[in-house]
């Protein structure tokens, strides 16, 4: 059961326009929700996160929008940069006895972002 | 700041064998978490540590174990390898007493089981 989808395997975005990844999930009890990127032979990079209270994050040329009543999750890049081809991969967190610092994450499939000169 | 480091970064073995990965996190970060990600695939959540106690486990058989140490570095076992068992392993670190602390990855372990 994926609890966590990205339904497009990739993406091709022209330099200077704007990148839209997209993430859909099942689980209600999900209360955080975290961007990763991925180069070959590296570990996830964190890129953004965005609490389940809170609808849109903004850091730089990355802004994080939330829907919780469509259960919709989506990472825009502004400008998009060549630097930026990636995997991407979105993560929801269920937090885990303890408290709010803990938490497993339950990952996407990924997107391959392509940012073409 | 040096991030999560992980060894060693290749490892080869052969189906039955026992392995050993290792983990230092990001300096001031308590808690370690493991991941299995397999080619095409997210990352899949196999342990969470804090203050040497397991806070969560995977779907993971029980061939796979991992302890936490007093320095907050980790170890994950894995017994009786399978083919399956071929993937890049991640380790994971965050702070914890403040709430939503992303966690952050190190370069992984690729593992290939012959």
């Known amino acids: 059961d994926q609890q966590v989808k990205q339904n497009s395997p990739s993406l091709s975005v022209q330099e200077g326009r704007i990148s839209i990844l997209n993430c859909d999930y099942t689980n209600s009890m999900f209360d955080y929700f975290l961007w990763y990127k991925k180069y070959p032979a590296e570990g996830p990079t964190f890129l953004i996160s965005?609490?389940?209270?809170?609808d849109k994050n903004e850091d730089g040329r990355f802004t994080v929008f939330l829907n919780k009543s469509a259960k919709h999750l989506s990472l825009h890049i502004v400008p998009s940069q060549p630097g930026d081809s990636a995997v991407y991969f979105c993560a929801a967190r269920v937090p885990l006895a303890g408290g709010t610092s803990y938490g497993k994450l339950t990952f996407g499939q990924g997107t391959i972002l392509t940012v073409h000169p | 700041d040096a991030g999560v480091t992980q060894s060693p970064t290749h490892l080869i073995k052969t189906r039955g064998q026992q392995v050993t990965l290792r983990c230092s996190p990001i300096s001031g970060h308590k808690s370690v978490s493991w991941y299995q990600q397999v080619l095409g695939q997210g990352p899949q959540f196999i342990f969470q540590?804090?203050?040497?106690?397991?806070?969560g486990r995977g779907n993971f058989p029980d061939r796979f174990s991992a302890r936490q140490f007093p320095n907050y570095s980790s170890e994950l076992n894995v017994n009786a390898l399978l083919l399956g068992d071929s993937a890049l392993y991640l380790c994971?670190?965050?702070?914890?007493?403040?709430?939503?602390?992303?966690?952050?990855f190190g370069d992984g372990t690729r593992l290939s089981i012959l």
């Open positions: 994971a670190s965050s702070r914890v007493g403040t709430v939503n602390q992303p966690q952050h």
């Open positions: 540590y804090y203050e040497k106690e397991e806070r």
């Open positions: 965005i609490s389940s209270i809170k």
